[in-house]
Structure formats: structure tokens, C-alpha cells
């Protein structure tokens, strides 16, 4: 089987050297494999994603070198498909509508106290206030179009699936099986209520859809792989092998970002930078 490897970045901002390590990492692993590379564009959210930062993209991989086959997915392309994906798991109740706005939320979390857990990259959990809505009250509320996103009912998912785990490739190349414990994040939004998908659920579909052998991204989404694990058992998909791998800092120790104005591959670029000199900056 060919082994197949992806970068998917969001267009919502220009990329840096942690997106270079990320797309030059998974290029070299496919060439070192015989395989391929493919370029993804996760560019569900309406509110980020822009044209000018999906030209860039193009334009700085180019640069480092990197080529890919065309036409590149672009994941606004496929919502419908993905919306589609959503419906068994609506029959099979392991979602639900949630109505709850942001502020509704923090506020039943404050209530709850300081000891309310949290999720693996720090928000409180869902405190399931939608959970517990009777299904005629549901129906009336989606009937009247109230707005609403869904969420998946983690007790139950995890029910219905077992213990899971999921296969990391170490930096060495050793396989391991890995626990997944998706209940760490409670009732996760699996469809947000600008856009029928979300990244969870675009992200595994679209893995499986490119017939992806190998996810390979940066550490940051470590434990999301527990929640792409269940949907895969869920929606009955292929598993891919998983490697984290390490974040690019900058000179303070934080992880690069563009909230934080990490210098751009573009800047990098007009002042002079090579892509052999970015190259050696990321030790590849
Ligand atoms: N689109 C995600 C990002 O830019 C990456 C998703 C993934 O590699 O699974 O952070």
C-alpha cells in the first residue's frame, strides 16, 4: 500500500516555521517512503479563512520547494458530504442539538465552581445543560429554528465503542499503541452553527476520504487524536498511523502563532531568507 501523507493548514493566516517544519516534515517522511504528499486546505471556518492567506500558502510551500498533486481539496468544497456524514450519528442519538449560547455556558460553569474539569488544552467542559432536553421539547425548538449547533454525547459514544487506542509513530520509527480517552473532552460541538461540520469531523473525513496512511502534525493536537479516534470507530473509517511531532519556539520559549506575530515565511523571505536557510533554522 502507498503511503500517503498530508499538510492541512487552515487559511486564516500566513504560514511560519512551524507550519514549515510541519509541510517539510510529512514531504520528506512521504519521499523517504515512496509515497505521497498531498496538501489540504481546512478552510471551514467562514469567519477566518481568507483567499489572500490560501494564495500565500500556495506561494510560500512553493518556495520551500514542495509540490503536491492538483486540484488541492479544499475543505470548503465538501460541507455538504461532511453535513451528510453527521446524519447516522444523529439516528444512532450520539449527538444532540445544543442551544446554549457562550454566555449561557460560562455561566453554568461559574456556577459549577473552580473545580469544574477542564479539557486537555484548558476550557471547562460542556456542562451538558442540552443533554438533558426531552425530545419533544428538542423537536419544538429545532421545528421553531431556534439557532443550534450539535454535540456529541461522549457517554454514550464511548459506550458504544469501547476502550480505544490509536498507533503513534515515534521519532525513531517505532510503533506504539496509545490509549485514547476522548471523555476527556466531554460533549465536543461536532457541527458548529455557522457550518453544518467542524474541524473534528471534517478533519477525519477528509483523512479517510484521501486514503491518508499517515497524520503526522505538530504536538498541539496530541490529545484531538482521542476524539478523531472515536469518529473513525464511530463512522466506521479507516485508522491512520499518528506522529506528533515537536512545536517550533521562539527565542522566549512560546509556540510560534500569529497571535503573537511570529515572524511569517513571507518576512522571513523578503529579508533575504533561503529555503535552505529555513531548512537549517528547523534542523531538517
Ligand atoms: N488545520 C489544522 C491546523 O492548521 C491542522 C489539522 C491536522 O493536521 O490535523 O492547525
Redesign the pocket.
Known sequence: MTSVF?????PNGFLHLGHAY?ALLNADLARAAGGRFLLRI?DIDPERSRPTFEEAIYHDLRWLGLDWPEPVRRQSEHVAEHAEALQPLKRRRLVYPCFCTRGEIRAEVARRGPSWPRDPDGSPLYPGTCRHIVEPERLRRLGGGAPHLWRLDMARAVAETGPLSWTGIAEDGTMHDILADPARWGDVVIARRDVPTS?HLS?VLDDAAQRVTH?V??QD?YH?TAIHRLLQVLLELPAPLYRHHRLVLDEEGRKLSKSIGSASLRSLREAGESPAGIRRRLGL
Do not use: C, N
Request: no cysteine; proline share 7%; glycine share 8%.
Open positions: 498530508r499538510f492541512a493548514p487552515s510541519s481546512e474541524y478533519v497524520v502534525r505538530g493536537l484531538a
